[in-house]
């Protein structure tokens, strides 16, 4: 093999370094810089907002308890309103949206235009200090020992070094955790695959009663999240190798065009496909304390307070523990989002929708943000200033 010399560039340090700009990453990054640490978001695309956006998922599940308390607040709240600021919403009325067309359950949800609110993020994010910095694929944390010194990049620049006091994961898979040796866990998935098309009668409703959200459509293939719909012979996987993912965008461009092919040709368009794998749950972490997702469960750590989305989840009540974003092993790493210590079922189930990603990332960016100013540990955090992380 060529013996290839590449140069490690090695770039400025910061207190906070975000690693994934999705819901999760974002509310990281703002928190952390709100709270006053120099924070570097970086992220492999060219767009913020993850799943919510490049992934196409444009609903933002319920910050209320479908009973009427609301539960997710913080920076939550913000990206739900922020969704809404620039293009269509149906939040009902009483909960502070445009009440246009009812939503599903009347619940503070809403649908939301993927594009607009990926250019609002940018807005948000950079309108409260953090830098920035896109096409920029993190490829390895560097350890001394359990402590984590800081990340490489590559990008068009170059194979870059930026160091960094604490390090937020939330990548979606985990992946500098595991990288970084931290004990995680891999899921499985059934094959989803939505794009986002648009046909005559969305059109027609779009002109007669300006209903974006009837225009801008899923088109759904494959399965639900209850695995109805997962193509016959098709292995579950977790998304935690190029091989697989490779076959599963495979197979969902190949069950789209199967079905487009028997439609009429001149009556619609796909307007967009997702641009990353629709996995629900890749890997994630195994930290201090697991998130299951009990009703009524109270944590003396609590993050912050979250409903169940699911149409059976009116009325339940959870709290997230501070503990199930971190390993009690590693000082300075922290999970946010998806990621976190949720284990497969209900708890992954809730951990995992846009608002409770942008409460973990919260919670994760401010508690950062103390470690590289304070020098407060998690532990101590955990034990001593959980007032000044609750969401
Ligand atoms: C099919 C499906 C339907 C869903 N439906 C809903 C729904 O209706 N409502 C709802 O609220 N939620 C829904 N969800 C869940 C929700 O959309 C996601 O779980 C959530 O958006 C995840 O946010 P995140 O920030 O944790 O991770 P992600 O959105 O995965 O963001 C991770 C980001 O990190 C970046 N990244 C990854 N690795 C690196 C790296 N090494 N270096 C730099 N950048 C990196 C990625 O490009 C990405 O931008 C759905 C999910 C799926 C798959």
Known sequence: MKDINRKIIERES?????????IAGVAAAVAAA??????????KSVNLGGLATNGLISWYEPLCDGQGTQMVKGIAEELIKLCAKYSFDNIPKHWGGSGHNTPRNDRYSTFFSPT????????????????????????????????????????????????????IDATGDASVMYRAGMPTVEGKNYMTY???????????????DADFSAFRQW???????????????????????ADDITEYMLTGKACLLKKIKNMDKDSFDIMTLPFMPQLRTIRRLQGAT?????????????????????????GKHYQIPFGALYNEDFPNIL????VISAPQGDGWEIARVIPNCALTGE???????????????????????MDKIFV
């Open 194 to 208: 939505v794009a986002h098309w648009c046909n005559m009668d969305g059109a027609k409703k779009l002109c007669d």
């Open 363 to 385: 919670a994760a960016g401010k508690a950062a943000a103390l470690y590289a100013l304070s020098g407060y540990s998690f532990e101590n955090i955990r034990s001593e200033h």
């Open 335 to 338: 999970a946010a989002g998806r």
């Open 14 to 22: 910061y207190d906070v370094i975000v690693v994934g700009g999705g």
């Open 290 to 314: 697991d998130f299951n997702a009990v009703d009524g469960e109270t944590y003396d750590d609590a993050i912050g307070n979250c409903g169940d989305f699911r149409p059976n989840g009116a």
């Open 219 to 241: 088109m759904g293939i494959g399965s639900d999240m209850f695995g109805n719909g997962h193509p016959e012979g098709m292995k579950r996987i977790s998304g935690t190798n």
């Open 34 to 43: 709100r709270g006053g640490a120099e924070t570097l978001l970086i992220e």
């Open 116 to 167: 607009v609110f990926s250019a609002a993020l940018d807005e948000f994010v950079t309108a409260n200090g953090v830098k920035l910095r896109f096409d920029t694929l993190t490829t390895y944390p560097v350890m001394n020992g359990n402590l984590c010194e800081g990340v490489i990049a590559e990008s068009c620049s170059g194979t870059e070094y930026f160091g960094a006091k604490v390090v």
